[in-house]
T-cell receptor
Framework: QKEVEQDPGPLSVPEGAIVSLNCTYS??????FMWYRQYSRKGPELLMYTYSSGNKEDGRFTAQVDKSSKYISLFIRDSQPSDSATYLC????????????????FGTGTRLTIIP | GAVVSQHPSRVICKSGTSVKIECRSLDFQATTMFWYRQFPKKSLMLMATSNEGSKATYEQGVEKDKFLINHASLTLSTLTVTSAHPEDSSFYICSATYWTGGVGTDTQYFGPGTRLTVL
C-alpha cells in the first residue's frame, strides 16, 4: 500500500462547477499538508498548505484536512479553464530536528480538465 | 516572493556528454534544495537533498557518481548528469526551502524544470 493515495483521474468538469480533489494517507506522523498545481511541462506551483486538521480558504480554493480519517481535500469553486492542470497533494511529518530537510511524500497527481 | 529558477529550461545532448543544470533561489536564501526527476504523467521522484556547503544526501537507488550535486551557496545548487545516456532523458525539477524553525517554513518552492533529452 502506498503511503499516499490519489485518484489519478482524468477528471473533466464543466466551467463553473465545484471540483473536489482528494488524497488519503496511511502515515499518522504526517501533519503538514500541501496542494500543488502543475501545468504541463512546468514545475509544481504551491497552492495551499495547512498544518494539522482543519480548513483553510484562499479565494476560490479551500483545503480540508481530517487527520482522524487520514483524508485531505482540495475544493475549487467556480472552476475556470485556467484551472486545467495536474493537482498534486503532498505531505510531511515536519520535525524541527530535521532542520528543514523534511522530505515530501507526493500523491500521484489528478489530471483535471475544465470544459468551457 | 519565493521564486526559484532553473537553467537551462531545455537541453539536448549526445550520449556520453555531461550536462549541468542550475537551480537558483531568486529572492530568498535557500537552506535546503531538493532535486527531483519526473517521468511523463508520473509524480515526482526525489533524487537528493542538498544543503549549502555539505555533501548531498542521495535517495536509495540514485547513483551519486552519475548525478553530481553541488550546493556552493545559499542561492545556487547544480546538478550535473555525467556521461548521459538516453535513459537519463527526463524532466528534472529542483525545489528550495528557507527554514527558520517555524511551522511551514520548510515549504518547498519549485523551479520550472529542465527537460533533458539525450540522443
Amino acid at each position: 500500500q502506498k503511503e499516499v493515495e490519489q485518484d489519478p483521474g482524468p477528471l473533466s468538469v464543466p466551467e463553473g462547477a465545484i471540483v473536489s480533489l482528494n488524497c488519503t494517507y496511511s502515515n499518522s506522523a504526517f501533519q503538514y499538508f500541501m496542494w500543488y498545481r502543475q501545468y504541463s511541462r512546468k514545475g509544481p506551483e504551491l497552492l495551499m498548505y495547512t498544518y494539522s486538521s482543519g480548513n483553510k480558504e484562499d479565494g476560490r480554493f479551500t483545503a480540508q484536512v481530517d487527520k482522524s480519517s487520514k483524508y485531505i481535500s482540495l475544493f475549487i469553486r467556480d472552476s475556470q479553464p485556467s484551472d486545467s492542470a495536474t493537482y498534486l497533494c503532498a505531505m510531511s511529518a515536519w520535525r524541527v530536528t530535521n532542520f528543514g530537510n523534511e522530505k515530501l511524500t507526493f500523491g500521484t497527481g489528478t489530471r483535471l480538465t475544465i470544459i468551457p | 516572493g519565493a521564486v526559484v529558477s532553473q537553467h537551462p529550461s531545455r537541453v539536448i545532448c549526445k550520449s556520453g556528454t555531461s550536462v549541468k543544470i542550475e537551480c537558483r533561489s531568486l529572492d530568498f536564501q535557500a537552506t535546503t534544495m531538493f532535486w527531483y526527476r519526473q517521468f511523463p504523467k508520473k509524480s515526482l521522484m526525489l533524487m537528493a537533498t542538498s544543503n549549502e556547503g555539505s555533501k548531498a544526501t542521495y535517495e536509495q537507488g540514485v547513483e551519486k557518481d552519475k548525478f553530481l550535486i553541488n550546493h556552493a551557496s545559499l542561492t545556487l545548487s547544480t546538478l550535473t548528469v555525467t556521461s548521459a545516456h538516453p535513459e537519463d532523458s527526463s524532466f528534472y525539477i529542483c525545489s528550495a526551502t528557507y527554514w527558520t524553525g517555524g511551522v511551514g517554513t520548510d515549504t518547498q518552492y519549485f523551479g520550472p524544470g529542465t527537460r533533458l533529452t539525450v540522443l
